[in-house]
């Protein structure tokens, strides 16, 4: 799947996540990709991140990173 | 198998808690105060003549044929508008009386046809049987005189005539017209000997106000106001309860038949979602289940661009199973996957989500409420701990402030909004917050005190506008908020809300709404006693659809409006079974019941019971599906009851990804959009002709009765059970009773239900366990479902879909009264005679500036793509604002639509399209180049001799 739609889709997930003032973001952003995306797009998204991944917002692609060591 | 007759009371019951015990005839009878005499006597089993009197509208008293005496008073009062007294003695059957009734039944007769004999209503009349009752037996007066013998039938409207020559001015039409349905249609124009029922100005039906529900003519007692279907067919000799496939009211009907034909739809009065009402779908719009266009042999091609090839159901079975086996072989297990559809009944939804769980090996099973209520059931879990509506549609009769948002009752969920608007004819406020000035804004006998207009795509900031002023006016309800929520939540959510920037002065440059108004609106809805929330998809289909859910369960909970009667936060579901597919399992992230599929716990349970293994990780939704398609990882679908070709956002996009597949399956009653890219068509069932159940808005669990065979020879939950067992995952049910207990033992809010319990209960709403036997109208009464409610921070975040010089108008879809969802079945109807095609409303400025005239062809068009279609000049739309359906495949108006979606659930942002409008002078490229496609790709070839 391509990464461009994931990673916009990831980013849209951190801006609410990001609002939440009790919550540590970076856990529920990746929380929500676990409970909801498919293994197959975790993986686009970690491998992407993994290359640098340019274009997602910072506390996207730490969680990102994290889902990418625990989650796959 | 024989006629269900209801009991007609001829007045509506009385609500008082105090009872009077008085005698009829002899017979001592005790009923609440304030129930009618005449309603007392059929308690006690006495029927008094009636012809201006029926149940469903209050007492008239003009036909004198009910009267009655009563021992020690004077006259022979209307037993209709008389009230019961203490101790009262009441006769039904005097000389007095008899001659009376005789005497007015003959000068009703003297100026009314005597064809009883060649008359559609022979048999099922009340003026019949009251001439009879009452011993007519001669007619003094002659038909000499002036009459109205010969006045022009109106047979303007599809479903019904008005022939006047046979009215008697009864006035229950007109009635049902104004309390029942509360359209205000209908009138009696003129005086005594003149008086006649007419629709709007004197016109005919089909061009007056009339919105076709039926009411009238259920309440006719004479065959002045009939169905054309009984003229056509004659007098029905059995019914079937059965639940509406329309929409998400769920009401019950009576399928009346001869054999096994429909001879009528007639709304059933023990139906708790519809008490006995009914809109123009429902009950008149089923002749699509006997149109010609029905498939009804499978039929399979190697390429979408060869002709269809009927086979048998074996070949189809067995074609589809070795395609989906090769699929998974060659590409792997992920590469297939299904939808369903909410216009399967519960039990076909769950065997397709098992199907997919346990016979394909994956969880890429989705359904079609991903782009209609995906983002009610993430926010309403989320925030109050279930993925449902809190209220039954009775709790609306107890609001005092009806606050709607993103919804069009009046159009797509009609019998509630008559509820609704008796509500509010009798003293209820309220709220409507709408880019369009809806029907609810403003109708007879019906006006929002306030209507926030906004701009299409600001529904947070103006929710969050409104808990602004709730909470720095203090209108907060502390109390409840600290014994039913967590404190600390609520603390936090008050000082984000309170920010300056969230007040209505600082978001109305964002939603276009006057701070004043967003102030009055939130002190109203706050202090106006019960507030209740009702909204439908203007809420959930937008990139923040999910955030709004959980802003207006924000708003209940700090205001105390949720856990009673009167309150809530009540999702108007789209589709008939919307909710049940849903509760199914039939997202890919959950089994039945919202139980995620990583739980060990439930995943365990259904591995034990299936006996077979089950990924524990999500599935692909629908547009992850598409998108994997477009991009060559997913290869096969198995769609039951969804047209996504023409439904779905960006149309081009999801036929590049059904294009790409190598084996799609769609069954369905029509070739319909997505067949056209389909490799096997598998002929599907109507509702008439399949048992289940659908599960409506309120949470409702309704039965679904087979009232003919199925026309294609196998039902869809048979189809299912078949491809299952031939991929080798076996299925063995003989009934869908079956199903459902199954659905039962693994689905704790289910346990209690089966299809016993449901002919018992006549419907039950979910949860329905030990600890709710008969159901649970309304939730979270004592506590939340989560334990404690939960506030959530709802900071705005404006959608990437902004308009420009480009694209400067925003344009918002939805749907009209007479049509339902991609119009598959309501085209195929008379509805088309009030919506033959789709149109763009435009407002007279935008159109001027354009120079658009009424009626003109327009391109619309957006960056996703354009169509072309007629420009209604409007009102209704802001400046700035247009307005579409997306009935029609010939406009395809998802074709102008994009792939933004909601957040947290990928529902599409259909109520969002930057675009611009031009003069045009027909159908765009696209649509021809489509038009030649489809009518290539439905091709089917001639059998071989």
């Keep these: 799947m391509s990464p461009d739609r994931l990673i916009y ?34 993986r686009t998204i970690a491998a992407y991140a993994d290359q640098g991944g340019a274009g997602l917002d910072p506390l996207v692609l730490q969680a990102v990173r994290t889902l990418s060591v625990t989650h796959l | ?85 203490e101790g009262i003695k009441v006769l039904t059957q005097t000389e007095r009386l008899k001659q009376i009734r005789r005497g007015v039944m003959e000068l009703y007769i003297s100026d009314h046809p005597l064809d009883c004999l060649t008359c ?116 029905p000799e059995h019914s079937v309860i059965t639940t509406c496939a329309y929409c998400g009211v769920g ?28 809109c123009v779908k429902g009950r008149f719009a089923w002749g699509y289940t006997t149109h010609r266009d029905r498939i009804l042999n499978p039929m399979v091609r190697e390429k979408i661009s060869d002709p269809w090839r009927e086979v048998s159901w074996d070949e189809a079975i067995a074609y589809v199973a070795s395609e989906f086996k090769r699929i998974q072989a060659k590409y792997g297990r992920n590469a297939v996957g299904g939808i369903t559809s909410s216009r399967c009944t519960n039990e076909e939804t769950y065997l397709i989500q098992k199907l997919i769980r346990a016979g394909f090996g994956n969880n890429n099973v989705d359904t079609c409420a991903r782009v209609c209520h995906s983002p009610t059931g993430y926010g309403l879990k989320e925030t109050f701990g279930t993925s449902a509506g809190t209220q039954d549609f009775d709790s609306v009769t107890e609001a005092d402030v009806v606050l709607i948002i993103g919804a069009n009752p009046t159009d797509a969920h009609p019998v509630f909004a008559s509820q609704m608007k008796k509500r509010l004819r009798s003293g209820a406020r309220l709220i409507v917050v709408d880019p369009r000035r809806i029907d609810m804004v403003r109708m007879p006998h019906v006006e929002a005190s306030y209507h926030l207009q906004l701009t299409p795509g600001t529904n947070v900031a103006l929710l969050t506008a409104l808990a602004h002023v709730i909470v720095t006016e203090g209108l907060a309800d502390e109390a409840f908020v600290r014994e039913r929520c967590d404190w600390d939540e609520f603390q936090d959510w008050a000082a984000f809300v309170a920010e300056q920037h969230h007040s209505p002065e600082a978001t109305a440059t964002i939603t276009g709404v006057p701070a004043e108004t967003v102030r009055a609106a939130a002190r109203l809805y706050a202090t106006g006693g019960n507030s209740a929330i009702y909204y439908g998809l203007g809420v959930t289909e937008h990139s923040q659809g999910t955030t709004t859910v959980m802003a207006m369960a924000n708003l209940a909970m700090a205001t105390g ?5 009167g309150v809530g936060v009540n999702p108007l579901r789209g589709q008939n079974n919307v909710q049940g597919a849903c509760d199914m399992g039939s997202f890919p992230h959950e089994f039945t019941g919202y139980r995620h599929i990583s739980d060990d716990a439930t995943r365990t349970m259904f591995e034990a019971f299936w006996n077979v293994p089950l990924d524990p990780e999500p599935g692909l939704r629908i547009p992850n599906m598409l998108d994997a398609a477009v991009d060559g990882s997913f290869k096969a679908i198995y769609i039951e009851g969804e047209d996504i070709a023409q439904s779905d956002p960006d149309t081009q996009h999801v036929v590049a990804g059904l294009e790409n597949m190598e084996c799609v399956v769609v069954q369905d009653l029509f070739l319909n959009e ?26 409702r669990i309704g039965r679904v009765r087979k009232v003919m065979p199925s026309r294609s020879g196998m039902a869809d939950w048979e189809i299912t059970m078949a491809i299952s067992n031939a991929m080798g995952f076996p299925m063995q049910y003989n009934h869908p009773s079956e199903i459902m207990d199954e659905i039962a033992h693994l689905t704790p809010t289910f346990a209690g239900v089966s299809y016993d319990s449901l002919d018992a209960l006549g419907s039950v709403q979910w949860p329905c366990n030990d600890a709710a036997p008969t159901g649970t109208p309304i939730m979270h009464i004592d506590h939340f479902v989560r334990g404690k409610g939960h506030f959530v921070l709802t900071e705005y975040v404006a959608t990437d879909e902004r308009t420009g010089p480009r694209f400067p108008l925003l344009l918002t879809t939805g749907r009209i009264l007479s049509h339902y969802n991609v119009g598959a079945q309501t085209r195929r109807t008379g509805n088309v005679a009030w919506h033959p095609e789709d149109l763009l409303e435009i407002h007279p400025h935008d159109a001027e500036q354009r120079g658009v005239r009424e009626g003109d062809w327009v391109r619309l068009q957006s960056r996703s793509g354009g169509t072309s279609l007629r420009a209604k000049i409007t009102e209704r739309v802001a400046p700035g604002v247009v307005y579409t359906t997306f009935h029609h495949p010939e406009t ?42 489809s009518e290539h790709n439905r091709h089917i070839a001639e059998a071989a001799e």
């Design chain 2, 120 to 235: 559609a209503a022979n048999g099922d009349c009340e003026l019949q049987d009251m001439a009879g009752a009452v011993g007519l037996r001669e007619v003094r007066y002659g038909f000499d005189g002036d009459n109205h013998l010969k006045a022009a039938k109106d047979e303007s409207n599809p479903y019904f005539t008005f022939d006047p020559s046979k009215c008697i001015v009864c006035s229950r039409c007109v009635r049902a017209c104004e309390e029942v349905q509360g359209t205000f249609a209908l009138t009696i124009d003129g005086r005594g000997f003149d008086s006649k029922v007419s629709a709007g100005m004197d016109e005919d039906f089909i061009g007056s106000e009339c919105v076709s529900c039926g009411a009238c003519v259920q309440a006719c007692p004479t065959a002045t106001l009939i169905e054309k279907s009984v003229i056509e067919i004659g007098q």
């Design chain 2, 1 to 85: 198998m024989t006629l269900i007759q209801e009991i007609d009371y001829g007045t509506p019951a009385s609500k008082a808690e105090k009872n009077v015990t008085l005698t009829i005839d002899g017979v001592a009878v005790t009923v609440p105060e304030g129930t009618s005499l005449m309603r007392a006597a059929v308690d006690a089993g006495i029927q008094v003549p009636k012809l201006c009197a029926t149940d469903s509208v209050n007492a008239f008293g003009s036909c004198r044929l009910c009267l009655v005496e009563i021992e020690g008073r004077n006259g022979t009062p209307a037993s209709c508008t008389t009230p019961v007294a």
């Design chain 2, 561 to 565: 409006n949720i856990g009673r009667r």
């Design chain 2, 892 to 933: 395809q108006a998802n074709v102008v639509t994009t792939e933004f979606s909601d957040w947290a659930t990928n529902c599409p942002e259909y109520k969002v399209t930057a675009v611009q409008v031009s003069p045009s002078n027909g159908p765009t490229e696209w649509q021809s180049h489509y038009q030649e496609l």
């Design chain 1, 9 to 42: 889709m990831a980013n849209q997930i951190g801006k609410y996540f990001s609002s939440q003032h009790r919550q540590d973001p970076v856990a529920g952003i990746a929380n929500h990709l676990k409970k909801f995306w498919d293994p197959s797009m975790r």
């Design chain 2, 674 to 699: 997505t067949a056209n890219f389909a490799h096997v068509f598998l002929p599907g069932s109507t509702f008439l002709e399949k048992d289940g159940t659908f599960t409506n808005a309120e949470r």
């Design chain 2, 251 to 278: 009401c019950s009907f009576k399928a009346e038949m001869r054999g096994t034909e429909v001879v009528r739809m007639v709304p059933y009065k023990d139906g708790k979602a519809n008490h006995g009402h009914s």
